[in-house]
């Protein structure tokens, strides 16, 4: 037991000021809050690079994308940074679902992922890896 009392005098007998005792206790919090401030900024951001707003409707189970402008049903096609993995996403929409291809790019510009789409189903997919091998097909 003396040796485990001697290993924590040695740390416990530095000569700390009051005022850096206060720093690094409270120095966690610090970095706690500027990560969540990172994570909340990171996300608006992403929200204000969307130029389309989804909603799910529970009643019908079905995910509808609205004009982020006018506030209606989408139909057109729309692009933007994927959240994560800052993959490039365009798609097409018809009446606020998807609707014919959608693609998704890796950052090095090799298409990840072909999805043909008919009001919201999916009817066709492919998927590829970083390298350009097709890992998935499906139809």
Do not use: C
């Not at 970095?31 to 690079?49: G, H, R, T, W």
Request: positive net charge; hydrophobic residues 35%; glycine residues 8%.
């Amino acid at each position: 037991m003396n040796h485990y009392k001697k290993k924590n005098n040695r740390y416990l007998n530095v000569k700390v000021t009051p005022k850096l005792f206060r720093f690094f206790r409270i120095a966690p919090f610090i970095l706690a809050i500027m990560i969540l401030l990172n994570f909340v900024l990171k996300n608006l951001q992403y929200e204000a690079s969307k130029p389309i707003l989804q909603k799910f409707d529970e009643s019908s189970g079905v995910m509808y994308y609205y004009d982020k402008d006018s506030g209606e049903l989408f139909t057109g096609k729309a692009s933007w940074i994927l959240r994560y993995g800052n993959q490039k996403f365009e798609g097409s929409y018809k009446n606020g679902q998807l609707h014919g291809k959608s693609k998704i790019w890796y950052e090095n510009g090799i298409l990840a992922e072909e999805t043909t789409y008919e009001n919201g189903v999916i009817i066709f997919k492919k998927a590829w890896d970083k390298n350009g091998i097709k890992i998935i097909e499906t139809e």
